[in-house]
């Protein structure tokens, strides 16, 4: 009897002494949790609640009415040639740059890159600039050289929008391909060769093959990035009467709101992002292909020979239409007075930077917002992420492994998805987060969790527990190891973490544009705004300002990494 | 006796006088106070900001806030708003009349009569004292001269139902615009929804404000537009544009848009204050010197080249049965022209 009572004490006490950071696990873990499945959660229930009680009657409209399913066929054709073209311009670009001997690589990775921080929006609003069928820039060239009374190319289309989408999803398929072909290992290759394949041939039947998994998921990835942007589509789509599952979403929020229907309408869109995932992580997770995934064996480059400067001119052309002719057209729609005319000096004026900073209040509290929010929904992001990442690394608690599950179970919902269900959450007594910042930091926090979590993780992984079973034998608990040992090891991992998630914040619109109110407005909705008003030059102003920032963030995260290279190296 | 009287009117004129000049100053004491007005408005950003900065100039230590957004988003955040339970907006100003018949019979607005209404004509009076209107816009056609000869140019609403327009038009849209609603549903009037129908045979390109249309047209983007606030073609063509507005005879939507107090607006004093800013002939002389907006005040004057409200063929459509077509002004609209 007394014995068992001594062994009870001292379990406890065993605890105790043990696990005196338990509640900050399992809190953290709760948070998730709670973060993940509340919107999810009211999306159900509200996509079964007519006016009048319970019914599917909200199912049934979206699933009969034409408007809607059209914007479902929409969706799935604008989304399927994203990822085609994505696949092919990413690929192209991604193995151009690691195996063959391209000049100035490291140039065209930051140009990839500046695609890749480029919001779609903003790059969707330079092409209207650049390609509208009759004032369009690049029309009025095209129309001036050949005497031709038609358009070269009319952005304000489906084929516009596939276009331009294409242009800011292709860096997903490109990191994806470029690192598979770092892995690749030449051995294959060198085989093929030996036994008299050309270059061509090598490549088309060896690295291409090796490369298949990767293409079919970076296929999938720019599928499901072109599927959850609304920016694009509104700006390029609805002009032309394109309606898309995200734009549609948004007008059910007009009034008189059918939140309803968003629910019901909300919800095929994740099921499809579900399956995809699914999908795409079955294609990847297979690795059949034993050669991809070691870092063995030696890597090549490929001679380009004659090729070399024709394919170099073709990735600047190609990196031209993301970056180098929209940043150029934002510019001078910054600096003129009217934008489609010859930028000289009597057509130069900083009134529209004066304005957007000076004169109209809603631009100056939407800057204070955005960064705001960015600053603290890094910072927070970063630290949940990280104690997340900790967690399912170290197998801290008993079922890890399921909160990875919810750490990236965001990816599958979309933006505006999300935003749907908080709003549900959070626009009605008891909880009113609506009409403050927070709900955007929610919305935010929720959309960078997996971004912050994989990189995180990632972080962890290359760090081993050895040191940190050191510092726990000399008696520091877990928290204090985090802090004092792991978090300094990974500080400039935590860094690129907290910046990752910084720049997707400072360019969210498609949950933000149901989320604001007038009192809470983020840059990304301003610049909406004035794009129905027409304001082009103060858009301009705004989205060079967005850029500008990204950018230094950037670099900044490429100085502290490279102090860390040299830390280390001392 | 008569020296006598007319002391007394004088005095008590005088006194009169000063008792609602004290009033004034309570008033304006009590907004200092709170220091801040906020505004959802639907008129266009250049002019919004610059009467706010008229009022803060005239008032200093009262912030204007300015929200600038289409009629139907601003009716769109109204109301959210109110099922959330925030209370943030002072003064709603929209384009669509009957926007301000659902937020009366809702419950949702003040009642306050602005000084000086009272020589305004009743178009601009809500009967029951609620909402008054700030401007009156004209909804017109609008083509680009350096692209359509004057000849060529479409004369009337019926003549934009001609296929050779087709691909070269734009069209602002009833979802965001009020002043587009009130355009559809006073043409509905004239010809009925077949009007619309055939007309979005032509392909027309869609942009949200009504506003939008004026730069469309002046880059060119599409020659012709189909409707679209005259204020705002007004003020693109003074700023040297290439741009022409036709009024077209068959009659021109008059679109009046009322301002009125939120019944929770936080800042009720600098609301009162605001709101008769608004009206005063000061305020509203700047705006039909910047961008040529007709108003009710009787004093105010136009610029010489703007036709007289008296010469135009008007269409009026009554707030009330905005109030009820709302829905299927935009429904029919996204039926028609796809989004």
């Known amino acids: 009897m007394e014995a068992v009572g001594r062994l009870r004490v001292g379990s406890w006490r065993g605890i105790r002494t043990l696990d005196r950071t338990l509640p900050v696990w399992i809190g953290a873990s709760l948070f998730l949790i709670f973060l993940m499945l509340l919107p999810l959660g009211w999306i159900l229930v509200a996509s079964f609640r007519g006016e009048e009680g319970w019914s599917v009657g909200g199912y049934v409209q979206v699933f009969t009415e034409k408007a809607f399913l059209r914007a479902i066929w929409n969706t799935l054709i604008i989304s399927f040639w994203v990822g085609v073209i994505a696949v092919v311009i990413g690929s192209l670009l991604g193995w151009l740059v690691t195996r063959t001997d391209l000049p100035l690589k490291r140039t065209i990775r930051a140009l990839v890159m500046a695609s890749f921080v480029t919001p779609p929006f903003l790059g969707a609003f330079a092409w209207t600039l650049l390609a509208g069928p009759n004032a369009g820039l690049l029309n009025k060239i095209y129309r001036s050289l050949t005497g031709s009374e038609e358009a070269l190319f009319n952005i304000f289309s489906m084929e516009g929008l596939i276009f331009v989408m294409a242009l800011y999803s292709f860096p997903y398929v490109f990191s994806m391909i470029a690192n598979v072909c770092e892995l690749i290992s030449s051995d294959l290759e060198d085989a093929a060769n030996i036994l008299g394949a050309s270059m061509w041939r090598v490549a088309l039947t060896v690295t291409l093959p090796l490369a298949a998994p990767a293409l079919l998921g970076g296929f999938i990835l720019a599928f499901l990035h072109s599927l959850s942007l609304f920016g694009a589509p509104a700006i390029l789509g609805l002009p032309a009467s394109v309606h898309t599952i995200t734009t549609q979403i948004w007008a059910l929020f007009q009034y008189p709101p059918r939140l309803d229907l968003a629910a019901a309408f909300s919800v095929p869109l994740l099921l499809a992002t579900m399956l995809l995932i699914a999908l795409q992580k079955k294609i990847l997770g297979r690795r059949g292909y034993s050669t991809v995934g070691g870092k063995g064996g030696e890597r090549r480059l490929l001679h380009l020979g004659i090729f070399r400067i024709p394919a170099f001119v073709l990735v600047l052309a190609l990196l031209s239409l993301s970056v180098f002719l929209p940043y150029w057209i934002l510019l001078k729609a910054a600096l003129a007075k009217a934008w489609a005319q010859p930028l000289t000096w009597d057509n130069f004026t900083l009134e529209n930077f004066k304005f957007a900073f000076f004169q109209y209040g809603d631009t100056q509290a939407a800057i204070l917002n955005t960064f705001k929010l960015g600053i603290l929904t890094a910072t927070v992001g970063t630290v949940v992420a990280a104690l997340i990442a900790y967690i399912t690394n170290r197998q801290l608690l008993w079922g890890a492994r399921y909160l990875t599950f919810f750490a990236l179970a965001p990816l599958v919902v979309p933006g505006i998805v999300l935003a749907v269900g908080l709003f549900l959450a959070y626009a009605r007594p008891p909880f009113v987060l609506y009409g403050t910042i927070w709900i955007l930091f929610i919305a935010y926090l929720t959309k960078e969790m997996p971004i912050g979590f994989s990189q995180a993780e990632t972080t962890f992984k290359s760090i081993h527990p050895e040191l940190e079973d050191a510092s726990r034998i000399l008696g520091a608990n877990r928290l204090v190891v985090l802090r004092d040992v792991t978090a300094p090891l990974a500080r400039a991992g935590l860094i690129a973490t907290w910046c990752f998630i910084f720049i997707g914040v400072i360019r969210e619109l498609s949950a933000s544009i149901l989320l604001f109110t007038p009192k809470s407005k983020v840059v990304s909705v301003v610049i909406f705004d004035l794009k129905e008003e027409g304001q082009i030059g103060v858009i301009a102003v705004l989205g060079i300002l967005l850029l500008l920032v990204s950018f230094l963030v950037i670099l900044a995260v490429q100085w502290a990494a490279r102090g860390e290279i040299l830390a280390t190296r001392e | ?339």
């Not at chain 2, 610059?50 to 009262?62: D, H, P, S, T």
């Not at chain 2, 000869?149 to 139902?161: H, I, V």
């Open chain 2, 1 to 339: 006796m008569k020296k006598l009287f007319s002391f007394l009117l004088v005095i008590s004129l005088c006194s009169w006088g000063a008792v609602s000049f004290a009033q004034d100053a309570a008033m304006i004491e009590a907004a200092k106070k709170e220091g801040k007005v906020i505004w959802y408005t639907s008129l266009a950003l250049p002019s919004s900001t610059m009467i706010a900065n008229l009022f803060m100039n005239k008032y200093k230590g009262i912030e204007v806030e300015v929200h600038r957004t289409g009629s139907q988003r601003v009716l769109q955040r109204v109301m959210q708003e109110v099922s959330a339970g925030i209370k943030n907006v002072d003064i709603i100003h929209t384009s669509d009349g009957g926007h301000f018949v659902l937020l009366r019979k809702k419950g949702l607005l003040t009642k306050y009569l602005p000084k000086g209404l009272e020589s305004f004509p009743s178009g601009f009076k809500d009967k029951e004292g609620y909402y008054f209107g700030m401007r009156a816009t004209l909804s017109v056609i609008a083509y680009n001269p350096k692209v359509v000869t004057e000849k060529e140019a479409p004369k009337s609403w019926k003549e934009l139902l001609d296929p050779k327009w087709r691909g070269k038009m734009v069209t602002a849209h009833p979802s965001y615009s009020g002043i587009i609603a009130t355009h559809v549903q006073a043409i509905v009037n004239l010809y009925g929804w077949d009007y619309f129908k055939e007309l979005s045979r032509n392909k027309l390109h869609l942009v949200q404000s009504a506003n939008d249309p004026a730069g469309v047209v002046a880059s060119g983007e599409r020659p012709v537009g189909a409707n679209g606030a005259e204020y705002f073609y007004y003020k693109t063509m003074k700023q040297g544009n290439p741009l022409r507005i036709v009024y077209p005879k068959e009659g021109i939507p008059l679109v009046v848009s009322p301002v009125a107090i939120a019944r929770d607006a936080p800042h009720p004093n600098a609301a009162k204050l605001f709101t008769d800013f608004i009206f005063t002939k000061e305020s509203l002389q700047a705006m039909a010197d910047l961008e040529g907006l007709y108003t009710g005040h009787p004093d105010v004057t136009y610029p010489k080249d703007k036709p007289k409200l008296k010469e135009l063929n008007l269409l009026n459509v009554e707030a009330e049965q905005l109030e009820e077509k709302n829905a299927e002004i935009k429904k029919r609209f996204v039926e028609f022209f796809g989004a």
